[in-house]
Structure formats: C-alpha cells, structure tokens
C-alpha cells in the first residue's frame, strides 16, 4: 500500500503528477536566496507555469491547442459520480494498493475505488477488444522495474490539475514502476496520443509506502441540477 508523496518540497509538487520540466523550475526557484521570504505556494505555482509554459503546451498539436477548454462544471464525474478515465486515474491522488500474482498485477486506487489489472507476459490486447475508460494494460518486468502498457482507451480528460484538455481513443501509455527505496514508489509515464500530443509527453508521479493505510468505499453524490439547491421533494 502506497499514498500520498512523502512531505518534501519536491514530492509533494508531484501529488497529481508532475514533469522534470517543471521539478527543475522548482528547485531552481527553492535554491535562489531571493526566494526565501516567499511561501512555498507561489514558488510552486510558478514551477506549474512554467513547465505548462515550457514544456506542455509546446506538446500540443494545433487542434489541442485551439479547442476550447472543457467546462469542469460539466465533467460526468462531478455530474453523474461516473468514474475517471485513465488518464486521470494513473496519477490520482491518495491509496494505490499493489497486488502482485503470477499472471497479472492488480492496482486498487483510493480516488474512485478504482481497478485496473495488469496481464503479465502479454504484449497486445486480445483481438477485436472494444475501447473502455480504463483501457487494457500488459506488462512485464525489466530488473526490478515493472513496465505497463496501455491501449484501446476511451476519449477522456487529461490528467487533472497539469493539462486540463481532452485526449482521443488513440492515446496509448508506457509506465514504468519503480519502488526506488522501500519507502518510495516512482512512476514514470509516457503519453502519446497522435491527435493530441506533437510527441509523446512524459509526465511522472511518487508515494510514499503507507502499509497502516486502507482503501475506503468512494462516496459520491451526484451534483444537484442547477436551480434545485435548498429545494425538497
């Protein structure tokens, strides 16, 4: 059991997910002297600018670019408590519980209550599978790292609070898995989606080893329809 990034500086700016763009912008920023009377929340919102700046936007292709930002008042999970979609899920906040089995790795996330299974030693998806949110993950190990792969997922949000936008059903995903210290989880994940991404984006993550937490039932109550608030049946 993983959670939340261990409470450092530059962890805890990748509690959603993060670039090496913008950790070096961070660090950068927390070094110079300048910066020392400044709370640790303009310094890392700076770094969120700069690597939206520099780094993201810079992946987008044209029609990313100019397609209009999608309203979150509007995102069927906040509306109809319908669960993320991959993209968001893979850098949910809180719980990822890691089961591993001869055949499959099982990853249980807080956020959602959400499941994925990992099928291990496959290298494509069966033959005539349709697109889910979730998509279907292979994987395998290279030394003491496990690499996913993801395909077949369906059109959905991007991973939230770094990049907003919409993605397509073409988006495909490489993760790579890595328990750096027994205390520490990396993930390192490569995003590519032709009618989304100029190139591949590579966006990373990290928990903190939390083997006294456990993963509550997700409550969700739809949003009140607009004008109903106070109102009684």
Not at 27 to 56: C, F, G, I, V
Not at 62 to 91: H, I, S, T, V
């Amino acid at each position: 059991m993983y959670s939340d990034p261990p409470n450092t500086a530059l962890d805890m700016f990748c509690f959603f997910a993060c670039t090496d763009v913008g950790l070096r912008r961070l660090e950068a920023l927390l070094d110079d002297p300048a910066n020392d009377a400044k709370p640790y929340t303009a310094l890392s919102e700076d770094a969120t600018r700069h690597q939206l700046d520099e780094y993201l936007r810079p992946h987008l292709t044209e029609a990313a670019l100019g397609a209009p930002m999608p309203d979150p008042m509007k995102d069927p999970g906040y509306l109809n408590c319908e669960p993320w979609g991959f993209a968001r899920q893979l850098f949910a906040p809180h719980q990822l519980e890691i089961k591993q089995y001869p055949d499959r790795v099982e990853l249980h996330y807080g956020e959602w209550d959400a499941h994925r299974i990992v099928h291990l030693g496959e290298r494509a998806p069966p033959a005539e599978r349709a697109h889910v949110p979730m998509g279907y993950s292979v994987g395998h190990y290279e030394g003491d790292t496990l690499v996913v792969e993801t395909t077949l997922v369906t059109a959905n949000f991007g991973p939230t609070r770094l990049w907003e936008g919409l993605h397509s059903d073409q988006l495909t995903a490489v993760e790579r898995y890595r328990r750096a210290t027994p205390e520490r989880l990396e993930l390192t994940a490569r995003l590519a989606d032709p009618a989304t991404f100029r190139e591949p984006l590579e966006l990373k993550k990290i928990w903190r080893f939390a083997p006294e937490q456990e993963i509550a039932p997700y409550d969700c109550e739809p949003a009140a329809p607009k004008g109903a608030e106070g109102k009684t049946p």
